[in-house]
Structures are given as structure tokens and as C-alpha cells.
């Protein structure tokens, strides 16, 4: 069945540092990917998306990869700050969306 | 900005009682969605709609049931609360099935 898992369930970075929260999936048919942001109290909240037929896709200070080879997607956020501390997921879809368990990232002043 | 708003931010409620969850949307998005959400286990779908008085299973289904009689509101409803019911429980809306998803902050639901 489908399942989309994030490799570490926690990450804790030096603030000003460069993070990479990762993500595996194993549904070779899914074509759109998305990663959300939750912080405490709050829904999750879209970061950034890529579709299969890209393997790279920038925003601002965020970053999104797609190896569709090994079936893995990772997301880099530059000068990480003590605002982006938060869990953050990945999905995936090829017909409904499917989360990850998420990584709650920590930034360290 | 699209506002996704969930009635109630904490819910206690006792074993057995029958409980509401409302969530409404101010977008006319056709889609709306309830997840449960779980330490380790991140957001699994219980239900969803994708128009008025139209309702799919998603992949936890038991235990609830859902109403969406007006566009813009869908409910998640427990018919008898039990504790392994405790959960944060996240409703969204969208204008695709899959693409555009707006989420509510969340009911932190505590059965006891």
C-alpha cells in the first residue's frame, strides 16, 4: 500500500544553520508533492509543492528536491531561524493526498 | 485569505455521549476534508466530500460519521465517543481534490 514516511521523527539545528527534513514514499504513481508546516496550535500550512516532471523547485529560503528514482523528497529551508521551528510534513498524491508522520525541527539560538 | 474555522479549539467529553465537530469554510470550495492527527502517526483521512450531501470514506472511517447538508460547513460526528477517540482533529477544504488545501486549527477532542 501506499505510505509516505519522513526518515527522522526530530531535528534540531543551529539557528542561521541550513536544515534538510527528508522524506521517503513508495507510491511509484504519485505526481504531486507537497510540504506543510505546522506550528504549535496552528493547522498545517503549505510551504512549497513540486509536480513529478520537475526534480527542483525554490522558494523563498526553501528549497524542495524530488528524486523520483529512489522514490525521496527532501526539503531545505537556508539561515534557518527560531521562527521556523515547527513539525513539518510531507505529502503525496496521485489521486488523494497522503501525509507523513512529520519532523518537528528545533532551532537552537 | 481563505478561512477555515473549526468551532471549538478543546472538547471534553465523556465515554458513550455523541459528539459534533463543525467546521466551516468562506471560499465555496467544493472539497472539505476531516483528519485525525497522532503523535508518530501524522494525519490519517477519515472522511471526505467533495459536494453537497456527498460523503467518502477515507482510510479510518469506523467509529464516525460525517454531514454536509450546506456547502461551506461538514461535520465529523463520533456516535459514541470512546478514549482511543482522544485526538487533535484537523478539517481542510480545497478547490482540487488534492491541490490547494486550506486546514482549520484544529479541536483537541479528549475523551474520558
Known amino acids: 500500500g501506499e505510505s509516505v514516511g519522513l526518515h527522522l521523527p526530530t531535528l534540531s539545528v543551529q539557528e542561521g544553520d541550513n536544515s534538510i527534513i527528508n522524506c521517503a514514499y513508495s507510491?511509484?504513481?504519485?505526481?504531486?508533492f507537497i510540504w506543510y508546516k505546522q506550528e504549535s496550535g496552528k493547522g498545517p500550512q503549505f510551504i512549497i509543492d513540486?509536480?513529478?516532471?520537475?526534480d527542483k523547485r525554490q522558494g523563498q529560503r526553501v528549497t524542495v528536491l524530488l528524486n523520483k528514482t529512489v522514490k525521496h523528497l527532501s526539503l531545505q529551508i537556508a539561515a534557518t531561524q527560531p521562527g521556523d521551528s515547527a513539525v513539518y510534513f510531507c505529502?503525496?498524491?496521485?489521486?488523494?493526498?497522503?501525509f507523513g508522520a512529520g519532523t518537528t525541527v528545533t532551532v537552537r539560538a | 485569505d481563505v478561512k477555515v474555522t473549526q468551532s471549538s479549539r478543546y472538547l471534553v467529553k465523556r465515554t458513550g455521549e455523541k459528539v459534533f465537530l463543525e467546521c466551516v469554510q468562506d471560499?465555496?470550495?467544493?472539497?472539505m476534508f476531516w483528519y485525525r492527527q497522532d503523535p508518530g502517526l501524522g494525519l490519517r483521512l477519515i472522511y471526505f466530500?467533495?459536494?453537497?450531501?456527498?460523503?467518502e470514506k477515507g482510510d479510518i472511517p469506523e467509529g464516525y460519521s460525517v454531514s454536509r447538508e450546506k456547502k461551506e460547513r461538514f461535520s465529523l460526528i463520533l456516535e459514541s465517543a470512546s478514549t482511543n477517540q482522544t485526538s487533535m482533529y484537523l478539517c481542510?477544504?480545497?478547490?482540487?481534490?488534492?491541490?490547494?488545501?486550506?486546514f482549520g486549527s484544529g479541536t483537541r477532542l479528549t475523551v474520558v
Open positions: 471560499m465555496d470550495h467544493e472539497n
Open positions: 505529502a503525496e498524491t496521485s489521486n488523494k493526498l497522503s
Open positions: 513540486i509536480r513529478s516532471n520537475m
Open positions: 481542510a477544504s480545497s478547490f482540487a481534490s488534492y491541490y490547494g488545501y486550506t
Open positions: 507510491n511509484s504513481a504519485s505526481d504531486y
Open positions: 466530500s467533495y459536494d453537497v450531501k456527498m460523503k
